[in-house]
């Protein structure tokens, strides 16, 4: 009992030694951590900062790209990307489930506002073992509008993660002059990055690009800000609007007259560029094959810019130039003669020809100009201005370096002048390879009375935060290679181009319009370095400008490879991106049509009770387009009625009675085709706006009162156009087929 007690008391002595030493050990690592603040060299403060001491991002967004009158071009939006959270661990109140409890609706629900099926969005929700699931491309890029439809529906464990995208509101619009963004991660930041790629984007990527904010606050244990926490904002710094110098109005008339050729002869390339003479700046940009910028659907078609990154042989656009360096040197004389068709540099040379390799015998130089005779231009630079004067013009237009402009990887072209065939050759576009935007700044000299001003496309950069001007790009002379005086004489000129009968620019009139300008046909090389043969193996291509007396517009159009059956009609697929574009833009600009001749207009008598024979011929003799429909004697009825004053040229429709015979309707105004509506009580429909390109009931079928009607209505371009087409097959083509050895110079216009 003793030694029991003994031991007891011995144990009690270890015990209490054992705490009083735990005591002055964590007494000593109490003071120790008070008095230094840090435990294992780690500063306590800075642990529990970090602890409770939260960072989130202040996404700053890229800066909007607008056109010159402040439409948006590019802007970042607010994107949406569907998630469903499937851990039940996530549910705290059963009242309120914050998981997906009811797979089978949700799908079901779901199912209506994205593009998945409900069986896989079924499948996607029943997953195992995951905390949240997406839904692949179905599930991104929502807009705020399905976003907020969804959310409607209350279906718990849905909910959606928003981010920031570039948004192109426009589509097909300039793209590769405006280019596209990437997203790159930055690793730990919860904003990506947008990177530029092509185009403004890519160029301006600096100002476009903004600098992320932060926000550092004091949370508790789950993250959640404390009442009375501290916190620190750095603001973000959004980037730069840009605005570019491109209309809105002007590049979608473009884009609808690519789309249109495009669609029609399926060329190889398309180039169009307009720009305005007095500033240089470029109002519309475009070419064929495009992409979306949103979906980049069709990129892999072309990555160039081709009006900037592309030079090739001009063909006789180039002799706009070669013919203003004679007149400024006073050397060229327009009733002087020469022997057109072939032509020898040197006696070793091989010789040069007209386009219709025979030539058109002894003509004046300004036929030559007209018919763009090679002959005439290689006899110009060689003897009359002479090729060590051309060489300076050809630098003094800008054609041995690149403009400039404010695109990417703008490419300059490549002089071929060491030879004299090479020298006489450039002289009228061949073996010289040049990019569309050093043809229009060259233009500018012609159209702007001999001031060259360099191509931009950017206005200003503007603070997109505090609204102040970051940069202005004002308009620029690059030199001054002509007077004012030649730059007229030179206009002129060209204008007789698309004037003249014996003019190659017939087909780019346009009514109420002076143009002038000159074609082009450009030979294709192969890959062997001889050149292509066929009708469409051509780049065919007009610089024109509008008015002539003060031009407000330069247009070039370049169409590479149309699919023609006939090398004469490569001017077709050109004009019909030309004449519209120009037009449309002139009369947007408000530009008043030099010629406005007023229609005449007459009283249109009665001709009821009247034979038909005497009524259709006082009618046409007062200049009435005059129908008749019926093979009655006598004119029952009419429209117009009598003693109205019409214009001259409108149709009026005798209805004579008895069996009716549908006219052809091509190319009628829907005014007019209602008058028969009227007449014979025809039910009467129509599709389209402009005239009548096809009815539903045929020419020559017997139409009675009741009949139904549809017609097919064109706008007058394109109709013109069509006819055109149709006339020239019908009668063929004229001039001498020739197929051309490779080493040939016949084939440029």
Same mark, same amino acid.
């Given at each position: 009992? +003793?030694?029991?007690?003994?031991?007891?008391?011995?144990?009690?002595?270890?015990?209490?030694?054992?705490?009083?030493?735990?005591?002055?050990? =964590?007494?000593?690592?109490?003071?120790?951590?008070?008095?230094?603040?840090? &435990?294992?060299?780690?500063?306590?403060?800075?642990?529990?900062?970090?602890?409770?001491?939260?960072?989130?991002? +202040?996404?700053?967004?890229?800066?909007?790209?607008?056109?010159?009158?402040?439409?948006? *071009?590019?802007?970042?939006?607010?994107?949406?990307? $569907?998630?469903?959270? =499937?851990?039940?661990?996530?549910?705290?109140?059963?009242?309120?489930?914050?998981?997906?409890?009811?797979?089978?609706?949700?799908?079901?629900?779901?199912?209506?506002?994205?593009?998945?099926?409900?069986?896989?969005?079924?499948?996607?929700?029943?997953?195992?073992?995951?905390?949240?699931?997406?839904?692949?491309? #179905?599930?991104?890029?929502?807009?705020?509008?399905?976003?907020?439809?969804?959310?409607?529906?209350?279906?718990?464990?849905?909910?959606?993660?928003?981010?920031?995208?570039?948004?192109?509101?426009?589509?097909?619009?300039?793209?590769? *002059?405006?280019?596209?963004?990437?997203?790159?991660?930055?690793?730990?930041?919860?904003?990506?990055?947008?990177?530029? %790629?092509?185009?403004?984007?890519?160029?301006?990527?600096?100002? $476009?690009?903004?600098?992320?904010?932060?926000?550092?606050?004091?949370?508790?244990?789950?993250?959640?800000?404390?009442?009375?926490?501290?916190?620190?904002?750095?603001?973000?710094?959004?980037?730069?609007?840009?605005?570019?110098?491109?209309?809105?109005?002007?590049?979608?008339?473009?884009?609808?007259?690519?789309?249109?050729?495009?669609?029609?002869?399926?060329?190889?390339?398309?180039?169009?560029?307009?720009?305005?003479?007095?500033?240089?700046?470029?109002?519309?940009?475009?070419?064929?094959?495009?992409?979306?910028?949103?979906?980049?659907?069709?990129?892999? %078609?072309?990555?160039?810019?081709?009006?900037?990154?592309?030079?090739?042989?001009?063909?006789?656009?180039?002799?706009?130039?070669?013919?203003?360096?004679?007149?400024?040197?006073?050397?060229?004389?327009?009733?002087?003669?020469?022997?057109?068709?072939?032509?020898?540099?040197?006696?070793?040379?091989?010789?040069?020809?007209?386009?219709?390799? &025979?030539?058109?015998?002894?003509?004046?130089?300004?036929?030559?100009?007209?018919?763009?005779?090679?002959?005439?231009?290689?006899?110009?630079?060689?003897?009359?201005?002479?090729?060590?004067?051309?060489?300076?013009?050809?630098?003094?237009?800008?054609?041995?370096?690149?403009?400039?402009?404010?695109?990417?990887?703008? /490419?300059?072209?490549?002089?071929?002048?060491?030879?004299?065939?090479?020298?006489?050759?450039?002289?009228?576009?061949?073996?010289?390879?040049?990019?569309?935007?050093?043809?229009?700044?060259?233009?500018?000299?012609?159209?702007?009375?001999?001031?060259?001003?360099?191509?931009?496309?950017?206005?200003?950069?503007?603070?997109?935060?505090?609204?102040?001007?970051?940069?202005?790009?004002?308009?620029?002379?690059?030199?001054?290679?002509?007077?004012?005086?030649?730059?007229?004489?030179?206009?002129?000129?060209?204008?007789?181009?698309? /004037?003249?009968?014996?003019?190659?620019?017939?087909?780019?009139?346009?009514?109420?319009?002076?143009?002038?300008?000159?074609?082009?046909?450009?030979?294709?090389?192969?890959?062997?370095?001889?050149?292509?043969?066929?009708?469409?193996?051509?780049?065919?291509?007009?610089?024109?400008? #509008?008015?002539?007396?003060?031009?407000?517009?330069?247009?070039?159009?370049?169409?590479?490879?149309?699919?023609?059956?006939?090398?004469?009609?490569?001017?077709?697929?050109?004009?019909?991106?030309?004449?519209?574009?120009?037009?449309?833009?002139?009369?947007?600009?408000?530009?008043?049509?030099?010629?406005?001749?007023?229609?005449?207009?007459?009283?249109?008598?009665?001709?009821?009770?009247?034979?038909?024979?005497?009524?259709?011929?006082?009618?046409?003799?007062?200049?009435?387009? /005059?129908?008749?429909?019926?093979?009655?004697?006598?004119?029952?009825?009419?429209?117009?009625?009598?003693?109205?004053?019409?214009?001259?040229?409108?149709?009026?429709?005798?209805?004579?009675?008895?069996? &009716?015979?549908?006219?052809?309707?091509?190319?009628?105004?829907?005014?007019?085709?209602?008058?028969?509506?009227?007449?014979?009580?025809?039910?009467?429909?129509?599709?389209?706006?402009?005239?009548?390109?096809?009815?539903?009931?045929?020419?020559?079928?017997?139409?009675?009162?009741?009949?139904?009607? +549809?017609?097919?209505?064109?706008?007058?371009?394109?109709?013109?156009?069509?006819?055109?087409? %149709?006339?020239? /097959? #019908?009668?063929?083509?004229?001039?001498?087929? *020739?197929?051309?050895?490779?080493?040939?110079?016949?084939?440029?216009?």
């Amino acid at each position: 009992m +003793i030694k029991k007690q003994k031991n007891m008391n011995n144990g009690a002595v270890g015990l209490f030694a054992f705490f009083v030493l735990l005591f002055f050990i =964590l007494a000593y690592r109490y003071f120790s951590i008070q008095i230094s603040g840090e &435990v294992s060299g780690q500063p306590l403060v800075a642990r529990a900062q970090q602890k409770y001491m939260k960072e989130n991002v +202040i996404e700053a967004s890229r800066g909007t790209i607008y056109d010159r009158k402040g439409e948006v *071009v590019a802007e970042d939006t607010a994107a949406y990307t $569907l998630i469903a959270i =499937l851990d039940k661990k996530m549910t705290v109140d059963p009242k309120k489930p914050m998981h997906v409890v009811d797979p089978d609706k949700e799908a079901r629900e779901l199912a209506q506002y994205i593009d998945m099926s409900e069986s896989d969005i079924y499948q996607k929700l029943t997953e195992k073992h995951i905390f949240q699931v997406q839904f692949g491309k #179905a599930g991104r890029d929502i807009s705020f509008q399905t976003k907020s439809k969804i959310e409607a529906l209350k279906l718990p464990g849905i909910t959606f993660i928003r981010e920031s995208k570039r948004f192109y509101p426009n589509g097909i619009f300039a793209s590769h *002059v405006v280019g596209y963004t990437e997203t790159k991660d930055q690793g730990d930041q919860k904003a990506a990055l947008s990177i530029g %790629k092509m185009g403004i984007e890519k160029t301006f990527n600096n100002y $476009l690009t903004g600098t992320n904010g932060k926000i550092d606050y004091q949370s508790d244990l789950w993250g959640y800000l404390l009442p009375n926490g501290k916190k620190k904002i750095t603001p973000a710094q959004n980037g730069d609007d840009v605005y570019l110098t491109l209309d809105k109005n002007i590049q979608t008339f473009l884009e609808d007259s690519l789309n249109k050729v495009d669609q029609e002869y399926k060329p190889k390339k398309i180039i169009a560029i307009v720009a305005d003479p007095k500033t240089g700046e470029i109002l519309a940009m475009g070419q064929r094959p495009t992409f979306n910028p949103k979906t980049r659907e069709g990129i892999e %078609k072309s990555w160039h810019n081709e009006s900037v990154e592309t030079s090739f042989e001009p063909g006789s656009t180039m002799k706009i130039f070669t013919l203003s360096a004679a007149i400024q040197e006073n050397v060229f004389n327009p009733n002087e003669f020469y022997q057109s068709g072939s032509y020898k540099v040197t006696p070793k040379d091989r010789p040069i020809h007209d386009h219709n390799y &025979v030539g058109w015998g002894k003509i004046t130089f300004l036929e030559g100009v007209q018919r763009s005779s090679n002959v005439a231009f290689a006899r110009i630079a060689n003897e009359k201005l002479g090729f060590d004067k051309l060489r300076e013009y050809l630098t003094k237009f800008g054609f041995d370096k690149p403009t400039g402009i404010d695109l990417p990887d703008e /490419t300059s072209g490549k002089i071929q002048y060491q030879w004299p065939i090479e020298k006489a050759t450039t002289a009228f576009g061949q073996g010289t390879a040049i990019t569309p935007i050093q043809q229009i700044q060259a233009a500018t000299a012609v159209a702007n009375g001999g001031k060259m001003m360099k191509p931009h496309i950017v206005q200003k950069i503007i603070n997109h935060d505090t609204g102040k001007v970051v940069k202005n790009y004002l308009p620029e002379v690059v030199s001054t290679p002509i007077s004012s005086e030649t730059a007229k004489k030179v206009r002129d000129i060209l204008e007789t181009v698309v /004037t003249s009968p014996k003019g190659t620019g017939s087909r780019y009139k346009i009514d109420g319009y002076n143009v002038a300008g000159k074609t082009g046909t450009a030979q294709m090389p192969g890959p062997d370095g001889k050149y292509l043969t066929g009708p469409s193996n051509y780049v065919f291509s007009f610089l024109g400008m #509008a008015p002539t007396n003060d031009p407000k517009l330069i247009v070039y159009v370049a169409v590479q490879q149309p699919n023609i059956d006939n090398y004469f009609k490569g001017s077709i697929p050109v004009s019909e991106v030309f004449k519209p574009l120009m037009k449309s833009s002139l009369q947007y600009l408000n530009i008043q049509p030099s010629k406005q001749e007023k229609p005449q207009s007459n009283l249109l008598p009665d001709m009821i009770g009247q034979s038909s024979e005497s009524a259709i011929t006082e009618l046409k003799d007062k200049g009435f387009d /005059t129908i008749v429909l019926g093979n009655g004697g006598e004119v029952v009825n009419q429209l117009p009625t009598g003693g109205k004053v019409i214009l001259e040229g409108e149709k009026v429709i005798l209805n004579t009675g008895g069996n &009716v015979i549908m006219p052809t309707l091509k190319g009628w105004s829907l005014r007019d085709v209602m008058k028969i509506g009227r007449l014979l009580n025809v039910k009467l429909s129509s599709a389209g706006s402009g005239y009548v390109d096809k009815q539903s009931i045929q020419a020559g079928t017997h139409l009675q009162r009741g009949d139904s009607l +549809i017609v097919q209505l064109m706008k007058p371009e394109q109709l013109n156009s069509e006819m055109l087409q %149709k006339k020239d /097959t #019908a009668k063929g083509t004229t001039g001498k087929s *020739v197929k051309n050895s490779p080493s040939d110079t016949s084939m440029h216009d």
